[in-house]
């Protein structure tokens, strides 16, 4: 009996608050309107903010660096201010897996991808990679190397650079009957006009390393690379 009573006052109790819990947890129309309200302008900020940001990747050379931000000037000679974060992943050449941002040098080149911020025109990096852009040399061969393997090409500015020719090197012709072909370091010949791509030897500026080479043998060379020509074959 005692027990019955028990569940009869808990049924009644029940019955009494849950009108009021409810009306508690209902939100009034003001308040659905405040939240809708709300949830529109999140959205809208959201927005926003994604029409302010995009995808964006560079190539320059570092002009300075700190701790959190590059510096760049790339290569339509524009300065870029990149910043970098935890999230930040960095790669040089050698792949070390050691490489970071205390790592950079001014004048070093790198490659940068991340979310461009139109409103700042600032960069947030999520990838720099150090990068080796290839160099172009043309001028006039000045002399070659039969044993070595490599030809003195002078330049329109008075310098003279070694391009050496490896295993991997290509080298084309280009004449007016044979268009552009395939050609060979024994088809070069002395002051023949020439364009040579690689990258520069780390512990010789003077020297390239030839990925490509291409020859002109009908095309004359510039008067400025002419004089340097007559100067070294004197």
């Known amino acids: 009996m005692k027990k019955n009573i028990l569940i009869l006052l808990f049924i009644l109790s029940f019955l009494f608050l849950a009108p009021s819990v409810h009306a508690q ?3 009034s129309p003001e308040d659905d309107a405040t939240m809708r309200d709300q949830l529109i302008t999140n959205i809208a900020s959201r927005v926003a903010q994604l029409k302010l940001v995009e995808k964006r990747g560079i190539i320059g050379t570092v002009s300075d660096v700190t701790n959190t931000t590059l510096t ?32 950079i040098t001014n004048g ?29 040399i043309h001028g006039g061969v000045s002399s070659i190397n039969n ?26 012709s ?10 060979g370091f024994s088809k070069i010949k002395d002051n023949y006009n020439v364009i040579a ?10 020297s390239l390393i030839a990925t490509t080479i291409i020859i002109f043998p009908e095309i004359p060379s510039s008067p400025k690379v002419n004089s340097a020509l007559e100067k070294v074959q004197k």
């Open 197 to 206: 791509i690689g990258s520069l030897d780390k512990k010789n500026s003077n």
């Open 147 to 172: 044993i070595n393997y490599n030809i003195n090409v002078a330049t329109e500015d008075g310098k003279q650079i070694t391009v050496e020719v490896e295993n991997l090197t290509r080298t084309y």
């Open 108 to 136: 070093m080149t790198v490659g940068v991808l991340g979310l461009y911020n139109k409103d700042s025109r600032r960069i947030l990096a999520r990838f720099v990679d150090e990068l080796s852009l290839p160099v172009i």
């Open 72 to 103: 760049i000037t790339d290569t339509q000679n524009n300065t870029r201010f990149v910043d970098v974060d935890e999230l930040t992943k960095f790669s040089d050449l050698s792949d070390t897996g050691s490489f970071g941002i205390s790592d």
């Open 174 to 183: 280009y004449t007016q009957s044979t268009d552009y072909i395939k050609s």
């Open 25 to 27: 947890a209902s939100p």
